[in-house]
């Protein structure tokens, strides 16, 4: 007799915020075991958030990466509702608070597609938090060709650039196009060419445009438009923060050793907060923040 695998439990959790209605939203599914592809892009799919993660076991043979328990290792994949991406910073902080209420605070390691990422669950309070440690990043230049693009499909005058923030392509676990606004104004008003700027985006295989403004020394507030993953926006964006982080540092815009604030979803009336920490003597960009589960 064949047997139906039952539909898998689907938790929702937000990252970035102890409050459910602040943060991103993150898809959860625990034990993905099974499930092909086809499947979890339809969960996502139905699911409706920038992202949804999907956890099996790890790989033979994986180094825990310095985590004594291989129990608190996994495989981890990321799917948005149109496509697998490599890594997301959010769902991997979800899962890990997610996973944090169920087996204790701790080290956890996830293998994904970008490489493996270990993740930190601490309690504050009655509250979790959870700090990823990123893969190697690194930055380079953007075109001029493809700088107008963006800029057009974003309808940016590029005065409206801070020209002490250069716009670059930053990766952390994918790859991310950081441009600056001049003013917090400027920052404040999205309103883009959705299918040009996703054009742009799978040609120069970019997981969101990160844009940001500069409130102090180290606060920024961010945006991410996100068309290649079907949503107009992501609400907080852990993958892009890693990415911002190594910007920051390879432009000499902060000290080697310096905690950043990031604060984005305000203008989606989602408010979040993501913490960077860069560290001396090691270039992998640790991105925390707190989580807890949104109610059914």
Known sequence: MSSVRETPEVLRYTAFSDDPEGGNPAGIVLDATGLGDDEMLAIAAEVGYSESAFLTAPPAGVDPDGVSDTGRAYTIRFFSPKAEVPFCGHATVATAVAL???????????????GTV???????????????????????EVTAEDLDEALAALDWPADDLDPVLPPRIAFAGARH???AAATRERLARLAYDFARLEALMHRLDLTTVQLVWRASAD?????????????????ATGAAAAAFGAYARELGLVPEATMLTLHQGEDMGRPGVL???????DRRIRVGGAGTRIPA
């Open 100 to 114: 944090g209420e169920r087996i204790g605070p701790g080290d956890l390691v996830f293998s994904t597609r970008a």
């Open 177 to 179: 196009l950081v441009l």
């Open 275 to 281: 913490t960077v920490e860069l560290r001396a003597g």
């Open 118 to 140: 270990p993740v930190t669950v601490t309690r504050e309070g009655a509250a979790l938090r959870a700090t990823l440690t990123s893969v190697e990043p690194s930055v380079e």
């Open 219 to 235: 606060v920024f507030h961010v945006r991410d438009p996100f068309p290649v993953g079907g949503v107009v926006e992501d609400p």
